[in-house]
C-alpha cells in the first residue's frame, strides 16, 4: 500500500526533475513553502486538489503520477514525453473526446469513477 511518505518522495522526485525550489513551487502552487516541506516528508497529506495542480503546474498527469508512484524507475521516460507533448496546451472538448474513445470501454468506466471520486472531494 502507497503512504504519504512515498507520495512526498516522488513529489519531490519530479520537483527536482523539472529544476524547482521548494519555494519556487510552493508559490506556484500558492502554499507556504513549509507546507510542501511538509509533503514532501510524507509528515502531511496532500489533498487531491493539490495533487492535482502539482501535477498541472509540472506538465504530467494524474495517471502518470499515479504510475511512478507503482515504478518510479521510468520518471525520466514519462518526463521527457510529457514535455514534448502538447496535451495540457489544448484541452478542448474535441481533444478530450479524440482521447476518451481511444480508451477501451473499462479505461473509460475507470476514469469515470476516478472523476466521481475527484468531484466528491
Known sequence: MINDQQIGELIRKI???KGYTTKQ?????NISQP???RIETGAQPIPLTL???FCVALQISLADFCFLLEDNNNINEIMSVRENSSIYDDLSNSSLTKLLTSLSLEERKAIIQFIQIFKKR
Open 15 to 17: 520537483r527536482k526533475e
Open 51 to 53: 495533487l492535482y495542480q
Open 25 to 29: 513551487l510552493a508559490e506556484k502552487l
Open 35 to 37: 507546507k510542501l516541506s
